[in-house]
């Protein structure tokens, strides 16, 4: 039996009363942070589920063309900003990618950036951990499937 919450909420000063539940979609875009790749309008596209100050995203990103991007990538169009505490360091699975110039073996993470609305793309790469992902290491039709939970600022 699953727990009914009713659609609008009084106030209540008690911190542990749910006031706060939103679900919707987001637009995830690979960027470099000045220049943004072209998207597949068909299958890029990204869901959300936001409980009081949690955040659980999911997302397909599908590249058409990196056009102008270069140098370190990542995801930006998260549907809230991450807060802005180092405890509020999150990372994600990566479920599928294709179209990555990586090694093979190496794996690709995503992570949050504190204060920002943007994921972290990482390739574990380096003996001492990961570098961030590189435009070179994503192609044209590149493309990944991942979740991850946040907390909201």
């Given amino acids: 039996a699953g727990v009914n919450f009713p659609d609008t909420f009084s ?7 749910l006031d706060d539940y939103e679900e919707g979609s987001w637009t ?5 942070g000045s220049n943004n790749a072209t998207m597949s309008g068909t299958y890029n596209a990204g869901l959300y589920t936001k409980i ?3 955040v659980h ?3 397909y990103v599908v590249v058409t063309s990196l056009g102008s991007v270069s140098g370190d990538i990542k995801i930006s169009g998260l549907p809230f900003t991450v ?13 599928s990618s294709a179209g990555l110039a990586i090694t093979a ?8 950036a504190i204060n920002t609305t943007t994921l972290t793309l990482k390739v574990s790469d ?10 070179s290491e994503w192609s ?13 600022a």
């Fill in 105 to 112: 073996g190496h794996s690709v993470t995503v992570g949050t």
């Fill in 52 to 54: 009081g100050r949690i």
């Fill in 140 to 152: 044209a039709d590149g493309n990944i499937g991942f979740s991850i939970t946040y907390v909201a």
């Fill in 28 to 32: 995830p875009v690979i960027t470099d």
């Fill in 57 to 59: 995203i999911s997302g």
């Fill in 126 to 135: 380096a003996t001492t951990g990961t570098t961030n992902m590189q435009h």
């Fill in 11 to 17: 106030d209540n000063a008690d911190v542990n009363v």
């Fill in 83 to 95: 807060k802005n505490t180092y405890g509020a360091i999150s990372a994600g699975a990566v479920a």
